[in-house]
């Protein structure tokens, strides 16, 4: 699978081109913010508090806060915050369930079993519950997020990757390899691990969309990112008490959230289909 035939691709679903580029827009928004705006984002003006957005008569792009607060520096701000968790805990949870996978897919016997039973009983667990209880315990932060999440998701990859490899371990490539008196280290880093990297790239597209979502629900219900901290998450909370008479707060925060989990899941959806053709999204 090439660039081109990726692109080429594109070119003939025009609904997953435009995922594709509101998934970018969005994520060059959050990188390149400081440059989009210079309010400080919890710069508080109790003066001009709950002002509608600047082409209502208000306030600022997309209005401001309860607390007179810039709301289009923290929605941007928010995003940064989304995208960094999201890729951090999609790095975590594709590393270890890729090691995990890569193990019991190509050496199977019992330590297949042992490591996919340890796989199954995590997945038993609610991961947002988990994570709940896990933040209740050891306290908020970015960095504890981010691993809790990615903890939370490894089981997805090793399951992928587990399935991928069982597959290549039988082909002729592996099989020769493996004749000629080929460490198992050097056929799994040279010949398996190459061939699972579109599978896995497939999913954590898939995953970085879930992930998203996760840390915003976390961040409305108050286990997520703690001030000074902005999450798209804690703005909805913020704003739901007001949706009657300043809606802008929560439906802004809502849908720049909304475009951003359905983009990045779409783009996943396809990036699995050409992937793997025979495997079904759902």
């Known amino acids: 699978m090439t660039v081109g035939s990726l692109l080429g691709s594109l070119r003939r679903q025009p609904v997953i081109a435009v995922a594709a580029i509101v998934a970018a827009v969005l994520l060059i928004l959050a ?70 996978g890569l193990a019991a897919g190509y050496f199977g016997g019992k330590l297949d079993a042992v490591l996919m039973r340890i796989t199954d009983i995590q997945l038993s667990f609610p991961a947002l519950l988990l994570a709940m209880l896990v933040v209740g315990l050891l306290g908020k932060g970015i960095w504890l997020l981010v691993l809790i999440l990615g903890l939370s998701t490894w089981m997805i990859f090793a399951r992928v990757i587990r399935s991928a490899v069982l597959q290549i371990r039988s082909t002729e490539l592996v099989v020769s390899s493996t004749s000629i008196g080929a460490t198992r280290t050097r056929i799994v880093l040279r ?92």
């Open 31 to 100: 990188v390149a913010y400081p440059l989009l705006t210079h309010v400080d984002p919890n710069g508080s003006q109790l003066r001009l508090r709950l002002q509608p957005p600047s082409w209502l008569g208000g306030e600022g792009l997309l209005g401001t806060d309860q607390l007179g607060r810039d709301l289009w520096t923290r929605i941007l701000f928010g995003l940064r915050t989304s995208f960094l968790v999201s890729i951090g805990a999609c790095v975590v949870g594709a590393v270890v369930g890729t090691a995990v």
């Open 191 to 282: 010949h398996v691990l190459p061939n699972v990297l579109g599978p896995l790239a497939a999913l954590v597209a898939l995953e970085f969309a879930r992930i998203m979502l996760a840390e915003a629900s976390l961040s409305f219900l108050g286990f997520g990112v703690e001030p000074p901290g902005i999450s798209l998450g804690a703005i909805l909370a913020g704003g739901r008490d007001y949706l009657q008479s300043q809606w802008w707060i929560a439906t802004f925060a809502g849908l720049f959230l909304a475009l951003a989990v359905l983009s990045t899941n779409l783009v996943g959806s396809w990036l699995q289909r050409v992937v793997d053709p025979t495997r079904v999204t759902t």
